[in-house]
Nanobody
Framework: QVQLVESGGGLVQAGDSLRLSCAAS????????MGWYRQAPGKQRELVAT??????RNYAEPVKDRFTISRDTQITVSLQMNSLTPEDTAVYYC?????????WGQGTQVTVSS
């Protein structure tokens, strides 16, 4: 099993920045891709950004020029979010993939006021 713990959410104003962090623990060997997803009220969970073990990044179009994902170690991932808008308000979930199985954190709330 892999456990993921997120930190860094909060309430900010439009235009502000926020940094989310996630650390994996447990059976952490062979974790490949890590990433962030988000779920806004009444909507499905959606991809925000992912990063593979060799550093390849993938971003959702709405965040492409504002968010940066980085993998500080093989078991930690962070998401730098700039120029936040109210549309970014959601619960953000850390994700890790190991041998094709997805693991999820408990989520951290990000609220952007206008």
């Amino acid at each position: 099993q892999v456990q993921l713990v997120e930190s860094g959410g909060g309430l900010v104003q439009a235009g502000d920045s926020l940094r989310l962090s996630c650390a994996a623990s447990g059976r952490i060997f062979s974790i490949s891709t890590m990433g962030w997803y988000r779920q806004a009220p009444g909507k499905q969970r959606e991809l925000v950004a992912t990063i593979t073990s060799d550093g390849s990044r993938n971003y959702a179009e709405p965040v492409k020029d504002r968010f940066t994902i980085s993998r500080d170690t093989q078991i930690t991932v962070s998401l730098q979010m700039n120029s936040l808008t109210p549309e970014d308000t959601a619960v953000y979930y850390c994700n890790a993939v190991k041998w094709g199985q997805n693991y999820w954190g408990q989520g951290t709330q990000v609220t952007v006021s206008s």
